[in-house]
């Protein structure tokens, strides 16, 4: 994580150019003691890593530094937007899983069957599809074609907004979520068919156990295990593609912000986010370890 | 080669499911397979790059996927010979006119035909995504093979620059870069190689530590063979298999990044156009119902990607397959 941070913090230092011309614009030429000014007050003219100490001590101390760009600090440009990014996210997920087991379930049971090659080429093409394509082509039809949608995201401060106008969400966590059903399926489906085979099956069989319950009890259960780890471990995936469906349809999100900060050339904000995104990354696979050594008994046995 | 040896499992990436999404590990194998992979007996030997070739041959869908690939690969470089289009004077009397006998998929927004500029702008998507791959593939495969021979030290430094790198989504990671250059076709492909080259690194590393201790390897040693011969000769060669696959995936993730970074206007700049480009000039126009300067765009990118997907999935089974006799 440590290193995370000196690497972006090294990247962004390499910027070809000069930071205050690049703030206050072309005219600062004319005017070196202002650059000067300037240069003292961010502590450019310090050693790189002196800034990278300052940046670092200001970051555990919950300072992200202040936007060049937005007049606002970083912190606050966060606590904004990332509520807002969360809740897409969170909600696209939930969607997408309560749509993709059962889908992945029924593939495994048909395994090779006609319905098993309809849902294979649609979690391909859907998997192949990127998100803004799939974005535009929903407001094409959604909105345009047959207009029952807004092809725009709810806008506005609070998270209130959302909810009060949530008509306005359905296709950005419909891009989201049928993005997600393509690759939770897919693994779902690999994940049934992998339990399918297992002896306590059989057993389950042999003891006159109706399909039904073989299916719901033991191989369900079991097939979940991978499905609930994958879920810390898809969370970059499932980012970018918030990145991409945010700047789509302008939904005022995280992805968005550093969307708008990477074309503005908002080093701090860049910088914040990517310290975020990095952590939960970090996060998202240690939870994976840590349910999965929760659902799964036979981890702990093995572990020392 | 011992008889007894396991195929090496696959590292599996904590943080890049994209791979292992493609995978069905429980395909059980047919007797067809069974026989080829050694597991019964076969009525002649057979070198196990025919028995991969035969397999790979036999999945129908990796075959319309070279197939499909091949065809646009001539659309888009072939294409512009046979079917002449004016692509460089922008000519507003045709703006965005419908599909019609002389421009079959219609005009854009600068008067261009959409037919014709789908191959010149297929040209710097299919050029930065094979490219990309290949560099990616070359580093990757450098470093992890370095990693993995060389172990200790060296390799523990080296691979804790992957994990931190693989800790920021690379989607994140390329704007960040692409934010700071003026991308120009060849920026491009150095920037998206060298946030892919990652996994690469991973799988080859995961290899090279099986493989250096390998008798040939060994001998090889023994008579006096430096650690270059080694990492470039022994290890790269043997571990061809996964580092093909890898690479195949690698292109379909290079030409999604290329495509991205251009719709969302940080990827190439006009008067290039890649199809992301084309899609982003589209969009502008979509409240319009213009949907020729968005469908037949997005249908390549779509038909690109998912051909190349099955050519990996075919690659994947038939070096499976010449893993199980090694």
């Known amino acids: 994580m440590l290193i995370v941070t000196v690497f972006t913090f090294l990247l962004l230092r390499l910027i070809p150019g000069n930071v205050a011309v690049a703030i206050m614009g072309p005219g600062a030429y004319r005017d070196p003691a202002a650059i000067a000014q300037f240069n003292r007050q961010y502590g450019f003219d310090k050693p790189w890593y002196a800034q990278y100490w300052l940046w670092l001590s200001n970051l555990l101390r919950g300072n992200l530094g202040y936007s060049w760009k937005q007049n606002q600090s970083v912190a606050s440009l966060l606590g904004e937007r990332l509520p807002k990014t969360v809740i897409l996210v969170g909600i696209a997920t939930l969607v997408a899983l309560i749509i993709a087991v059962p889908i992945g379930i029924i593939q495994a049971v048909r395994r090779n069957k006609v319905v098993d090659h309809f849902f294979n080429g649609f979690s391909t093409v859907f998997y192949a599809m990127p998100s803004f394509l799939l974005g535009i082509l929903l407001i094409l039809v959604f909105a345009i074609k047959i207009p029952i949608f807004p092809a725009e995201a709810p806008q506005g401060e609070t998270i209130g907004v959302i909810f009060s106008n949530f008509n306005a969400m359905i296709l950005p966590i419909a891009t989201l979520a049928l993005i997600s059903i393509a690759l939770f399926s ?7 068919l992998d339990n399918i085979t297992e002896d306590y099956v059989r057993t389950a069989k042999a ?11 033991h191989i369900l259960r079991n097939s979940l295990i991978p499905i609930a780890t994958l879920l810390g471990l898809s969370l970059p995936f499932i980012l970018s593609g918030a990145l991409i469906t945010e700047s789509v ?3 005022p999100g995280m992805g968005l912000l550093f969307f708008q900060s990477a074309s503005s050339q908002d080093y701090p904000v860049l910088l914040g986010i990517t310290v975020v995104v990095a952590a939960a990354t970090v996060v998202g696979s240690l939870l994976a370890d840590i349910t999965y050594a929760a659902l799964d008994p036979r981890v702990r046995y093995v572990s020392r | ?9 696959e590292p599996i990436d904590p943080l890049d499911p994209g791979d292992v999404v493609l995978t069905d590990p429980t395909a059980a194998p047919d007797v067809a397979t069974a026989v ?5 007996p076969a009525g002649k030997p057979r070198s196990s790059f025919r028995r991969g070739m035969e397999v790979f041959l036999e999945n129908k869908l990796a075959v319309a996927g070279i197939c499909i690939f091949a065809f646009m690969l001539l659309f888009c470089f072939v294409g512009p010979l046979v079917y002449h289009t004016n692509q460089s004077l922008v000519n507003f ?13 219609g005009t854009d ?3 261009f035909d959409v037919l014709g500029r789908l191959m010149i702008a297929g040209q710097i998507s299919l050029e930065v995504g094979l490219a990309a791959a290949a560099l990616a593939t070359v580093v990757g495969v450098l470093w992890g093979a370095v990693a993995g021979y060389f172990g200790g030290v060296l390799d523990a430094a080296m691979m804790r620059v992957v994990d931190a790198m693989l800790s920021i989504p690379t989607l994140f990671l390329l704007l960040v870069i692409v934010s700071m250059v003026t991308p120009s076709e060849l920026v491009l492909i150095v920037v998206i190689a060298l946030t892919s080259w990652l996994t690469t690194a991973r799988l080859v ?8 201790v390998r008798d040939y390897v060994q001998a090889m040693k023994v008579m006096g063979g430096g650690s270059a011969r080694a990492v470039l000769r022994h290890i790269a060669p043997n571990a061809i298999g996964t580092i093909m696959v890898n690479a195949t995936f690698q292109v379909a993730d290079a030409i999604a990044f290329i495509v991205a970074l251009s719709y969302l206007g940080l990827g190439i700049r006009p008067p290039q156009q890649d199809w992301g480009g084309m899609l982003s000039d589209g969009i502008t126009y979509v409240s319009d119902g213009y949907w020729w300067l968005i469908i037949p765009a997005g249908f390549c990118i779509v038909l690109v990607i998912t051909a190349v997907l099955f050519v990996g999935e075919g690659l994947r089974d038939a070096v499976e397959v010449r893993l199980q006799r090694r």
Request: charged share 20%; proline share 8%; no cysteine.
């Open chain 1, 186 to 192: 897919r693994y779902m489906r690999s994940s049934v």
């Open chain 1, 207 to 217: 003891k006159g156990a109706s399909e039904r319950r073989i299916l719901v009890r």
């Open chain 1, 249 to 251: 349809f302008n939904y």
């Open chain 2, 1 to 9: 080669m011992t008889a007894n040896y396991l195929p090496p499992h």
């Open chain 2, 36 to 40: 080829e992979s050694g597991m019964l």
């Open chain 2, 93 to 105: 009397a045709d703006q965005t006119l419908p599909p019609s006998a002389s421009h079959p998929l």
């Open chain 2, 109 to 111: 927004s600068s008067g």
């Open chain 2, 205 to 212: 590393r995961g290899e090279a530590l099986s493989l250096r």
